[in-house]
């Protein structure tokens, strides 16, 4: 049997499709759109049906091969995944038909592994030929480390990373800053969003044209694919112990990439009953869906959950196109989506740094059940849904952690009184030599930077 390709379209509207291949080298579209799939192939039943037995990297497989014909071959492809994901997906029993969902164990134990490993590998078989690819990422904190890490060592890939000092932990900083090699980083003296704003500049700016830029932060679609595979995972394997109703996932929402790959899911035929959407105290998002208007905040604000402090999410022009709406790229709404579809398919919920560390404590407490603020925020959100639907008490749910609770082990330490036991992925950081740069949040300085460093000389 032979594939279409999938072809991906702006949702600015703005350029022609594109293939896999083009889409992941662009990562914005040049209207400043964002790629989404025109089609999304979707599995029936008895497909879903056949994948219980399978391992996370089979499943992977399964689900992109659809959208990767063209690009990399089966067997190839089967490869990369196998590379990619040679660490557990935990599915953790709560109570009840209640899950947490771990995806804290890749090499910088953040979910983000998931979405980095595979996109730098098909980067990776794409680019041939003596021009480096030059990837630019900002980061609130966990996506540096998993790009940093996904793309170390890979042949004609520079990784620039951008992240805002005073925000990320020292953790989250040695993750990036020890590596060297292909991996330079830049603190910035500001916010995500102002890293974020830097890199969008650099990628439309004509100045940089002799270098051959992309980017790797959740705006490229190349992330979000890979985000759908462990919702079609969550799904399979539950169904096996016997859960086989529609399931309600509970996703921690920052820029809300994660939260798209569960939308893709569902539209691949994975029965989702209901999406909880759990912000930390940026609800600029569940205020959307509660009063139909949006507005950014700016600047962000800065709460414990750190990966999701984020004012204005790229991935919401994704969500608000998938329902029929356009939102450009300055955040304005052009059309409106159909918002009482969106309210039937989510649950929008945010969740401040108190109700967080509360939850912390209350489900270690309670259930045994470790989490870190990321995915208290998840917990919590899913607690409220509980709370608004008691008639579903006993049914599938799932919420999905983000990072390693080691990750934050003064949080822990004051809230619980324990150390979290430190994964491997983590151990040994302490000691190594840091390398950054020191940057302001003027473009003008990170430009030249970028035409020293990487452009044609
Ligand atoms: C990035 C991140 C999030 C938010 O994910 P989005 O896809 O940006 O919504 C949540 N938790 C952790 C630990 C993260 O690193």
Redesign the pocket.
């Known amino acids: 049997m032979t594939t279409q390709p999938v072809r991906f379209y702006s949702t600015n509207r703005g350029v022609e499709d594109v293939l896999l291949a083009d889409a992941l080298l662009q990562g914005q579209a040049s209207d400043r759109g964002l790629f989404m799939p025109r089609t999304i192939p979707a599995f029936t039943s008895e497909q879903l049906a056949a994948l219980v037995d399978s391992s996370y990297a089979e499943i992977a497989h399964a689900v992109l091969r659809r959208f990767t014909a063209g690009m990399v071959d089966d067997a190839r492809l089967q490869a990369l995944c196998e590379d990619a994901y040679d660490y557990p997906v935990p599915l953790e029993h709560v109570v009840d038909r209640t899950y947490v969902m771990r995806l804290?164990r890749g090499p910088t134990a953040?979910?983000?592994d998931f979405a980095a490993r595979m996109m730098a590998r098909w980067m990776g078989a794409i680019m041939q030929g003596d021009t480096d690819l030059v990837i630019l990422t900002a980061t609130?904190?966990?996506?540096g480390s998993?790009v940093a890490h996904a793309y170390y060592g890979v042949p004609h890939v520079q990784s620039v990373v951008l992240f805002p000092v005073a925000e990320v932990s020292a953790r989250q900083r040695r993750q990036m800053t020890t590596l060297g090699k292909n991996v330079t980083t830049l603190g910035v003296d500001g916010k995500f969003d102002d890293c974020q704003a830097m890199v969008k500049r650099a990628f439309s700016d004509p100045a940089l044209s002799s270098i051959r830029l992309s980017s790797a932060n959740?705006i490229n679609i190349g992330r979000l694919l890979p985000?759908s595979v462990y919702y079609v995972y969550a799904y399979v394997k539950l169904a096996k112990k016997g859960c086989t109703e529609p399931a309600v996932f509970s996703?921690?929402?920052?820029?809300?990439?994660?939260?798209?790959?569960a939308v893709l899911a569902k539209r691949m035929g994975v029965p989702i009953r209901k999406i909880v959407i759990a912000t930390n105290a940026n609800d600029e998002v569940p205020r959307f869906f509660e009063t139909g208007t949006y507005s950014k905040i700016v600047p962000s604000l800065v709460c414990l959950?750190n990966?999701?402090n984020?004012g204005h999410?790229s991935?919401l022009a994704r969500l608000v196109d998938a329902y029929g709406g356009w939102m450009d790229e300055t955040g304005a709404i052009r059309e409106k989506p159909d918002m009482g579809r969106m309210r039937g398919d989510f649950f929008a919920t945010s969740v401040d740094d108190a109700q967080t560390r509360a939850t912390i404590k209350q489900a270690y407490e309670k259930h045994g059940l470790l989490l870190?603020p990321?995915?208290a925020c998840g917990w919590a959100g899913l607690g409220r849904y509980q709370a608004a639907h008691p008639e579903q008490t006993g049914s599938l749910m799932v919420s999905v952690e983000?990072?390693h609770p080691a990750?934050f082990p003064d949080e822990i330490q004051s809230m619980l009184g324990i150390d979290p036991p430190v994964p491997q992925a983590l151990a040994g950081l302490e000691g190594k030599p840091e390398h950054f740069e020191s940057a302001t949040t003027a473009y003008e300085p990170f430009r030249d930077f970028l035409l020293t460093r990487f452009g044609r000389k």
């Open positions: 804290d953040s979910f983000k609130s904190g966990d996506t998993a959740s985000q996703v921690p929402s920052g820029n809300f990439g994660d939260m798209m790959g959950s990966a999701m984020v999410p991935n870190e990321h995915g983000t990072a990750k």
